[in-house]
């Protein structure tokens, strides 16, 4: 096909052809995205269209993160590092101490455990993470709520 351009004297011009063939595609609807764009190449074409790329997220889901994160962190070297004083403040019981104290450095390091998780994720724009962080705030805090009511009764 190229010999018979060359022969008749014209030069095949690909930018021409490119432009032709978009407008083509865009009469026929073919390869259009859902905004009516079309597709520039094969690839994207193949790809596809990400909603991930156009996702917003609320502004104070960051906020949060970043709260939760930091909220974890210090309670988890709070009862680590001092685990009678947690105890002490947070039950009020000046009891024997000394078996207390393993279970809490336990819980001290569960909560060190989760406030990295809860790091990592401050930067994430991924919905599945998101989502997967939230489901375990909340189990969390469901669950730290049941035991607290259960522990005064």
Do not use: N
Not at 10 to 18: A, F, T
Request: proline share 3%.
């Amino acid at each position: 096909m190229d010999e018979l351009a060359k022969s008749s004297g014209r030069e095949k011009h690909s930018s021409g052809d490119l432009h032709s063939r978009l407008k083509t595609r865009k009469l026929l609807g073919v390869g259009e995205t859902d905004d009516g764009d079309v597709h520039r190449s094969k690839l994207s074409q193949i790809l596809g269209h990400s909603d991930q790329l156009y996702v917003r997220l609320p502004p104070g889901l960051k906020i949060w993160q970043l709260v939760l994160a930091l909220i974890f962190t210090v309670i988890a070297l709070w009862a680590f590092i001092f685990p009678s004083h947690l105890y002490e403040t947070t039950f009020g019981d000046t009891s024997d101490d000394k078996h207390i104290v393993l279970p809490i450095r336990l819980y001290g390091i569960t909560l060190i455990c989760l406030s990295l998780v809860f790091w990592f994720m401050v930067k994430a724009v991924d919905k599945e993470l998101i989502r997967l962080l939230l489901l375990c705030s909340i189990i969390y805090f469901t669950l730290h709520t049941i035991g607290k009511v259960k522990g005064q009764s």
